[in-house]
């Protein structure tokens, strides 16, 4: 996830200014590096470096630059390290032309070969600088009468993945060139200024007049004109007037980022399941030459683990795999030596929790592997092998979109971990994995929209509750253990979750009438025995939430239910169940007027032991 940014004006105002604003607007898609270029006496002048914008705006003096056309981004590294070189925007050879780019060019390494052999020089790691070069290499093939719009047209047909592009050449030094696939770009429009962004608020305060582009179009904007075309045919613009406030409009319309980035997990998923095959293959090595394995984690991400961990317990029946708590790790210390592969699990890669245990188990000699959303973070520095998960940056201090991202890194893993040890075949294999890809986002996407209003109108039933229980059984203890610790900490209900047939060991002393009891049931081998633990507890006047398939027969006996789609593997539950418990605990926060984004006592990242 990157923050994109074009200006071009008519005024005689210079616009570095308005586009260094607009990246902070747009600072919560990345903050690994940010650059600017603008046309400035038919030259093109571009500053970037690594960090943040408050950083390189200062290091820079941004503002400085001169010109009344230019582009901007702020990035989240996926295609090489958050330094320097790979900061967009990125310039051909002749230096006439810049780009940045939101999204991923599935085939730049083909087109990176095709062009290398055309005598190109790359500067950077990135996917993106093949689309500058590619357009340089348009206008050399072509005789001089080429347009620049023809050679970006032609460029665009080359390119295949998602992306937001805007793009500047000398030759036309008021025009702004844009493409969209599957990443978010909107045009802003008034009188002697246009903008084009990967979101509203880069410009709101300029302008509350919006065009959307549509997947597959092509636009060019000058300070007066806005031209939009899909293959070959022009397209009548549809202007929309935007009544959100600066503030309210970071979060994208979303009144919390929390319930944003639920929203984007569809997204979140798909960009994770981009990962490197390679990488998948060399973690299956490293943990099928592991004599044994120890996931290590906190919070929500230890609940990621700890689905992984039931799943590696199948599949490596006769390795020893561990999941332990990070604060815990000095009661588990004879595992950590040589031959020994840790698994870290974090999402900000900096909790000091974990750091210290896997600074501990390095030292043993354990290898490592790191699970983290925060590239070039502490933990996968300390790594063998990091592999990151794409959920873009996450605001919220409750985790949603980057623990579902984490489920699947790790389903994807389990994948290749079945296919190296002959559990499935290689046609399964294949299959599964495009599944994983596709149809988790659609599935995900489905829960959200067909259960959002249902979890709203559950949250008025249970947000007086003072306690309530989360029961599940088998692999679905994780998604209990998630969706009770959601719940606490952003609703302060005290929320307990245990295996289901524990219930009668203790818990249900204090079960009452209307006492909320949320079931997480698949329609599996747990069904029967889940639903005797229903009645149980609706014979002691329980509330039963459910959280089930359809045919499954918890539902006649449940008060609430929440239906989730059978999923094509049990590797995704842990994805698809928690979502409405995210949802729940997000709608009961609200309704009991508190701020689910910054829950009190909590960080999003906690650096203290
Ligand atoms: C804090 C956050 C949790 C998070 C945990 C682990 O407690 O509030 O949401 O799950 O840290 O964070 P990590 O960055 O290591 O995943």
Redesign the pocket.
């Known amino acids: 996830m990157c923050g994109i940014i074009a200006i071009t004006t008519s005024m005689k105002k210079p616009v570095s200014k308005m586009i260094t604003t607009g990246l902070k607007r747009l600072e919560y898609r990345g903050y690994d590096s940010v650059g600017i270029s603008l046309i400035h006496d038919g030259k093109i002048h571009t500053l970037k470096d690594k960090g943040q914008i408050d950083l390189v705006e200062k290091k820079l003096d941004l503002r400085s630059l001169k010109g009344t056309t230019g582009i901007g981004h702020t990035r989240w590294a996926t295609h090489g390290p958050p330094n320097k070189e790979n900061a967009h925007p990125h310039a051909d050879c002749t230096g006439n032309i810049t780009v940045v780019h939101n999204g991923i060019i599935e085939n730049y390494l083909d087109l990176k070969q095709y062009l290398l052999k055309k005598g190109h020089k790359f500067s950077s790691e990135t996917d993106t600088e093949v689309i500058a070069h590619l357009v340089e290499e348009e206008l050399k093939q072509s005789d001089t009468s080429m347009k620049v719009i023809h050679a970006f047209k032609r460029v665009i047909t080359k390119i295949e993945g998602t992306y937001a592009i805007t793009l500047l050449h000398t030759a036309e030094p008021e025009t702004i060139f844009l493409a969209k696939k599957d990443s978010p770009l909107v045009i802003g429009v008034q009188d002697d200024i246009k903008f084009a962004a990967s979101d509203i608020p880069a410009f709101l305060e300029y302008t509350k007049k919006v065009i959307a582009l549509n997947n597959g179009e092509i636009a060019t904007i000058t300070p007066k004109t806005v031209y939009i075309e899909k293959n070959g045919f022009k397209i009548q613009p549809k202007t929309f007037t935007v009544t959100w406030t600066v503030e309210s409009a970071q979060k994208s319309g979303y009144p919390h980022f929390m319930l944003k980035e639920i929203h984007e997990q569809p997204i979140s998923l798909r960009n994770t399941m981009t990962i490197n095959s390679k990488k998948i293959e060399q973690a299956s090595q490293m943990i099928l030459n592991a004599k044994k394995i120890v996931f290590l ?5 230890y609940y990621a683990g700890l689905s992984g961990f039931h799943q590696f317990q199948r599949i490596l029946k006769n390795k020893p795999v561990y999941s332990v708590i990070a604060s815990e790790y000095q009661l588990y210390s004879h595992l950590f030596d040589k031959g020994t592969l840790i698994i870290a699990v ?3 890669g ?2 000091l929790d ?1 750091m210290k245990a896997v600074s501990y188990a390095r030292k043993q000699g354990s290898d490592l592997i790191s699970i983290a959303n925060v590239i070039d973070s502490s933990i996968p520095r300390l790594s063998q092998l990091s592999l990151y998960t794409k959920a873009g940056p996450e605001i919220g ?3 949603t979109k980057t623990h579902t991202a984490q489920v699947l890194l790790l389903a994807r893993i389990i994948l290749q971990l079945e296919f190296e040890t002959g559990i499935i075949d290689v046609n399964k294999f294949d299959d599964y994995k495009k599944q994983l890809s596709e149809e988790t986002p659609r599935v995900v996407r489905t829960i959200i929209n067909q259960n959002e209003f249902k979890a709203k109108r559950l949250a008025s039933i249970i947000a007086d509750k003072q306690h309530s229980y989360f029961l599940a059984r088998g692999k679905s203890m994780p998604v209990a253990l998630e969706g009770a610790l959601k719940l606490k900490e952003i609703s302060y209900i005290h929320a307990e979750a245990f295996p289901a047939g524990e219930s009668k060991h203790g818990p249900i002393a204090i079960v009452e009438k209307d006492f909320p009891v949320i079931m997480i049931a698949p329609n599996d081998w747990t069904a029967n025995k889940i639903l005797g633990n229903a009645e149980e507890m609706r014979a002691r006047g329980a509330y039963i939430i459910s959280i089930t398939e359809r045919d499954h027969p918890i539902i006649k006996r449940s008060d609430y239910s929440f239906i989730i789609p059978k999923a094509f593997s049990s590797l995704i539950e842990p994805i698809t169940y928690v979502v409405p418990l995210q949802m729940i605990a997000y709608y009961t926060s609200v309704y009991k007027g508190l701020d689910p984004d910054k829950p009190k006592n ?5 650096t203290v032991e």
């Open positions: 984690a906190c919070g929500t991400s974090s999402q900000s900096e909790t974990v201090v409750a985790a909590l960080a999003k990242t906690v």
